[in-house]
């Protein structure tokens, strides 16, 4: 019930391409869902974030995708670079200040 | 651009010895969390802290643990007696209380190895 589910456990693409990768959650009382990016040896760092009132967020190139009634969440990473490549985590929590739940990640290498 | 700092980056310790580790959340947060993350796995949750008090704790966050706020800017997680299982990345997470918001900050962790 408190799982977050995230594929794929690891990602190729190329320099350019689209980079999607995907969380799925049981827990309907969760609201928030975020996204955070970590690289080797340093901490997960806040990348994008929504909550279920809106289907979509766009910052620059990542994009969240949300379907409430598919209990699924999705990054988009468009024009992929070689320096977004580390390892993404989503997450989810069912109300302000409480814990977040991960996924177990996806390592995204972006090659040139 | 506020931070969250921990020190020390890498603590070594030897089984049965305690540890703290250190975190200064951003000043004008309120809420304070210790999560932990062994390697190549996910980022579990150990406790969160408000108002001086334990809000929530895990499972995992027994009585081998525990955590204080000693001055108006420290937040600290302390292990009594290490095991060989407590080898792990610990972050320190701070976020402000707002009603609408829910954004946690991170730290850049703390490598702790038990021998």
């Known amino acids: 019930q408190q799982q977050v589910k995230q594929s794929p456990q690891s990602l190729i693409v190329q320099k350019g391409g689209i980079s999607i990768i995907n969380c799925a959650y049981e827990?309907?009382?969760?609201?928030?869902f975020p996204w955070y990016q970590q690289f080797p040896g340093k901490g997960p760092a806040l990348l994008i974030a929504?909550?279920?009132?809106?289907s979509e967020k766009k910052e620059g190139r990542f994009t969240i995708s949300f379907n409430k009634s598919a209990k699924q969440f999705s990054l988009h990473i468009m024009d992929s670079q070689p320096g977004d490549s580390a390892t993404y985590f989503c997450a989810a929590s069912n109300r302000g200040n409480t814990p977040l739940v991960f996924g177990k990640g996806t390592r995204l290498s972006v090659i040139a | 651009e506020p931070e969250v700092t921990q020190t020390p980056s890498h603590q070594v310790t030897q089984m049965g010895q305690e540890v703290i580790l250190r975190c200064v959340p951003i000043s004008n947060h309120l809420y304070f969390y210790w999560y932990r993350q062994i390697l190549g796995q996910k980022v579990e949750f150990l406790v969160s802290?408000?108002?001086?008090?334990?809000?929530?704790k895990s499972e995992i966050f027994d009585d081998q643990f525990s955590v204080e706020r000693p001055d108006g800017s420290n937040f600290t997680l302390k292990i009594r007696s290490t095991k060989l299982e407590d080898s792990a990345m610990y972050f320190c997470?701070?976020?402000?209380?707002?009603?609408?918001?829910?954004?946690?900050?991170f730290g850049p962790g703390t490598r702790l190895t038990v021998t």
């Open positions: 802290f408000y108002n001086n008090e334990i809000s929530e």
């Open positions: 997470a701070s976020s402000p209380l707002a009603g609408d918001s829910y954004e946690q900050y």
């Open positions: 929504i909550r279920p009132d809106v």
């Open positions: 827990n309907t009382a969760f609201d928030y």
